[in-house]
């Protein structure tokens, strides 16, 4: 919206500087004005010569014309035409006045009051001197007519019928003096009947003054004129005298006028952003339907050209509203975001504030605001899945930090005693006793690789499930029996508790059920110094729920929130790097929730802690 709207601007930037004509831009509330570039240069004057004030235009005025163009004005404000036209002298740097003709179009409020007006001024001097001289001496008629810049035409008003032209007019129209001679002016007239009218009321009144029209050239362009006609004795019969002014170039910076109002508008009205513009008096200038059905949603009241915006808002709001738009007319553009509270829910707005310039002049301030809500959302997630991925950085750096270890400690084991069984001397018992060692370390090694070959299943979703019937008294019993050796070398009870329910048999993965148990109650064993560990199950109609309760050392507030974690238990708990690879309890909750169930935990620190996780009992 802020590209299209500059775009447009640059139009109308472009167009004036392009016309020989002078444009002025008047906005009568705030008496602010705006003189192009080629309008002081009509007087002689550079661009930074002449202020855009009021003033100026009263100050230039010839004494003799100011009472007359006074009264006029304020005609028309209060008796607004289609058109203001006047002619008046203005004072030319050199010291001269030049008789000048000005045209403007005006634009009104809601109230039908005139608010703004803008228009073209054209130096008429020479134009003037021509047709005083040519009443003023009939002897320099015939120089004054070939050297005239304007197109100059005398026809019969009878019959329409081409008399004589001039050198201007064989310029402008594209005709040489013999086509023109003897030919009717309707055959470059685009409307031959208005043309008719007016030499009908030239004949009345002597006289048909400034009076716009197109006509085509010899090659079909169409050409704007500003005509003035008047009936005069040639050769001793009536003609009409016609003086025709090439206004093209001013109607073409005209229209640009009109359509950059109308492209601007239409970038306003299109445009999915707020935007506004006020005036150095914070009144509000231009506002689109997204920004007043925006405030009026948020402040309740609904805005209108000549608004103050600033006062409209709370005190605070406004304050700094103010701030901006004065650094904005000292030339500065901004560029800020506002949060705003709607509803009890954020929302981040990016707010352009531009400066709108006539000429050398800041007039006022144009307002972009864009909603980034979303965007703001996006970033603050962005951020956190930063934070989330240098953690898991982090916790895989700690991860393989620890492997390492659990690596080198059974690798080490095996390596070592199988040196030893090389000695030729050694007992039985000896040799028993460094196979056991063996035995064990590579136990232990073997689980440590079946982990991380199961989690990265996991992560890459090729761990399936096999169903079959499972029968959970067997199951525990089994994990009892397996553990109770562990247990008892550590000094802890074991304790299974089924609640007398027999065989259950349910339709499951045995063999993820028990990779389960053997994880939860292995970390019991080894986070409990003193107690015991129980764990069993209960039944309901839809579910059955397992659990595996401790008496250890429990897990802090700090750690729970990332038990379930990849590599946590690489962490330290209690100021000691435990044991493992830190996968047991995130494989633990990926085969729940493989199994359809979940898992929960209850823990209190030196306490002790309880995993309860459920499954569905499915029938074969």
Same mark, same amino acid.
């Given at each position: ?13 472009? &167009?004036?500087? !392009? ?29 930074? @010569?002449?202020?855009? @004030? ?19 004005? /304020?005609? %028309? ?10 002619? =008046? ?12 003709? $000005? ?11 005139? /608010? ?16 005083? /001289? ?8 015939? /120089? ?10 005398? %026809? ?8 004589? !032209? ?12 013999? @086509? ?10 685009? #409307? ?18 400034? =009076? ?20 005069? $004795?040639?050769?001793? $019969? ?23 109002? &109308? ?55 406004? !304050? ?28 981040? %707005? ?50 393989? &930090? ?15 005693? &199988? ?46 499930i096999e169903l079959g019937e499972v029968n959970v008294h067997e199951l525990l019993s089994f994990q009892y029996s397996f553990f109770l050796p562990e247990a008892e070398r550590n000094g802890l009870e074991l304790k299974l508790d089924t609640s007398n329910n027999g065989d259950v048999i349910i339709w499951s993965d045995a063999t993820k059920i028990a990779d389960i148990f053997t994880n939860l109650i292995k970390n019991a064993i080894k986070y409990t110094k003193d ?8 039944? #309901? ?48 909750? !990926? ?30």
């Open positions: 919206a802020t590209k299209a709207l500059e775009e447009s601007e640059e139009r109308y930037r472009l &167009a004036t500087a !392009a016309s020989e004509s002078g444009i002025w831009d008047w906005w009568t509330e705030s008496n602010t004005v705006f003189y192009s570039d080629q309008w002081k240069a009509l007087l002689g004057y550079q661009a930074h @010569e002449l202020k855009n @004030e009021f003033s100026t235009w009263e100050n230039l005025l010839h004494p003799d014309d100011k009472e007359q163009m006074f009264s006029a004005v /304020q005609d %028309f404000l209060q008796s607004p035409k289609d058109f203001f036209v006047e002619e =008046f002298r203005m004072k030319h740097k050199n010291g001269n006045y030049c008789w000048i003709h $000005n045209k403007a179009a005006a634009v009104f409020d809601e109230n039908d009051k005139v /608010q703004r007006m803008f228009g073209v001024h054209t130096d008429i001097t020479e134009e003037k001197k021509t047709i005083n /001289q040519l009443y003023k001496s009939k002897e320099d008629y015939k /120089q004054l007519f070939e050297q005239a810049h304007d197109a100059i035409l005398i %026809f019969n008003p009878e019959d329409e019928v081409i008399l004589d !032209a001039n050198k201007g007019a064989c310029e402008e129209y594209g005709y040489t003096y013999e @086509e023109f001679i003897g030919s009717s002016i309707t055959k470059f007239s685009k #409307n031959p009947k208005i043309g008719r009218h007016r030499i009908e009321q030239t004949l009345i009144d002597g006289v048909f003054s400034n =009076f716009e029209t197109i006509q085509y050239h010899k090659d079909g362009t169409e050409l704007y004129f500003e005509i003035n006609a008047s009936l005069i $004795n040639y050769k001793g $019969n009536p003609a009409i005298l016609s003086i025709n002014r090439n206004i093209t170039e001013r109607k073409r910076a005209e229209q640009a006028l009109i359509d950059s109002e &109308a492209n601007l508008m239409s970038v306003l009205e299109s445009s999915q952003d707020s935007i506004w513009s006020v005036d150095r008096e914070f009144r509000i200038l231009t506002v689109n339907t997204r920004f007043k059905n925006e405030f009026y949603y948020k402040i309740g009241i609904e805005l209108k050209q000549g608004d103050c915006i600033t006062n409209l808002v709370s005190p605070e709001i406004g !304050a700094k509203w103010k701030k901006r738009y004065e650094r904005v007319f000292s030339g500065e553009s901004v560029v800020e975001i506002d949060r705003y509270e709607i509803d009890q829910k954020l929302y981040y %707005f990016e707010v352009t504030i531009n400066p709108i310039v006539n000429g050398q002049f800041i007039s006022g301030a144009s307002i972009v605001s864009k909603d980034i809500t979303e965007r703001e959302k996006t970033k603050q997630l962005l951020l956190l899945a930063k934070d989330q991925a240098e953690e898991n950085n982090r916790l895989k750096s700690s991860f393989l &930090a620890n492997m390492s270890h659990e690596i080198r400690t059974p690798m080490n084991g095996i390596m070592g005693f &199988a040196d030893l069984l090389k000695e030729e001397d050694l007992s039985e018992k000896e040799k028993s006793l460094y196979i056991n060692v063996i035995e064990r370390s590579g136990g232990k090694m073997l689980r440590l690789i079946n982990n991380i070959i199961d989690i990265s299943r996991i992560e890459s979703g090729q761990m399936s107690g015991g560990i129980s764990f069993g199950y209960t039944l #309901n109609n839809k579910e059955i729920q397992f659990y595996v309760k401790d008496t250890g050392i429990g897990i802090s507030k700090a750690k729970q929130k990332q038990i379930f974690e990849r590599f946590a238990q690489a962490e330290k708990i209690e100021d000691k790097v435990t044991e493992g690879a830190g996968l047991g309890l995130a494989i633990v909750k !990926a085969y729940v929730k493989l199994l359809g169930g979940a898992i929960d935990f209850k823990s209190r620190q030196n306490m002790g802690t309880e995993f309860i996780f459920s499954i569905p009992i499915k029938l074969k």
